[in-house]
């Protein structure tokens, strides 16, 4: 009777460590889920940074053509004197 009293009772202290792990499991697999977000959100910030040096590039290059442009007007209006 006493080993099956000690068999129970291991049983028991077994079965609330394995609850105790697969809380832990599910713990880590919600961070983990959180990790793939902001790492997600991290891509897409890394893309529109991307996207925003593009831009601030074609910027740049627009004016300086339009510089160019301005003193090629400069230079037209001082021809035509």
Same mark, same amino acid.
């Given at each position: ?16 460590? %394995?609850?105790?792990?697969?809380? =832990? !499991?599910?713990?880590? @697999?919600?961070?983990?889920? /959180?990790? *793939? ?14 996207? %925003?040096?593009?831009?601030?590039? =074609? !910027?740049?290059?627009? @004016?300086?053509?339009?510089? /160019?442009? *301005? ?11």
């Amino acid at each position: 009777m006493k080993k099956i009293e000690s068999s129970l009772a291991t049983i028991v202290e077994k079965d609330k460590k %394995i609850n105790v792990l697969l809380d =832990e !499991i599910e713990s880590y @697999k919600e961070k983990i889920n /959180d990790l *793939e977000s902001n790492i997600a959100s991290k891509d897409n910030l890394i893309g529109m940074q991307r996207e %925003i040096d593009s831009k601030e590039s =074609e !910027i740049k290059l627009l @004016k300086a053509a339009s510089v /160019d442009q *301005e003193v090629f007007k400069s230079i037209k209006k001082r021809v035509r004197r």
